[in-house]
């Protein structure tokens, strides 16, 4: 059984490629909300994680994603969310790693 520091891992190793693709809002779309139900697994519905990750990637269908445009220069174009979450995700890995040591 996979550790949460794995299943975050996880998560966060899915960024390269949804950049490396567009990113497509579709992929991306599908990782926000797959990396969502995972922080409300983890750490429970309305978490201060589960909270934190929604301020970085927006609430509702298409400030998740769907339907959202690159908007390379945009602070809230998908490039800067992924750069956010890739920053909150390496954040909640440490410290789920520092809480089991």
Same mark, same amino acid.
């Given at each position: 059984? /996979?550790?949460?520091?794995? $299943?975050?891992? @996880?998560?966060?190793?899915? +960024?390269?490629?949804?950049?490396?693709?567009?990113?497509? /809002?579709?992929?991306?779309? $599908?990782? +926000? %909300?797959?990396?969502?139900?995972?922080?409300?697994?983890?750490?429970?519905? @309305? /978490?201060?994680?589960?909270?934190?990750?929604?301020?970085?990637?927006?609430?509702?269908?298409?400030?998740?994603?769907?339907?959202?445009?690159?908007?390379? %220069?945009?602070?809230?174009?998908?490039?800067? @969310?992924?750069?956010?979450?890739? $920053?909150?995700? @390496?954040?909640?890995?440490?410290?789920?790693?520092?809480?089991?040591?």
């Amino acid at each position: 059984m /996979s550790t949460p520091a794995e $299943k975050l891992r @996880r998560q966060l190793g899915a +960024v390269p490629g949804l950049r490396g693709r567009g990113p497509v /809002s579709y992929d991306y779309g $599908k990782w +926000v %909300d797959g990396t969502h139900r995972l922080l409300a697994t983890l750490f429970g519905e @309305r /978490s201060t994680e589960e909270i934190g990750f929604l301020e970085i990637v927006g609430e509702g269908a298409e400030a998740r994603g769907w339907g959202l445009p690159l908007a390379p %220069d945009n602070p809230w174009g998908m490039q800067a @969310r992924l750069d956010r979450a890739e $920053k909150y995700l @390496r954040g909640l890995i440490a410290g789920v790693e520092a809480a089991a040591s």
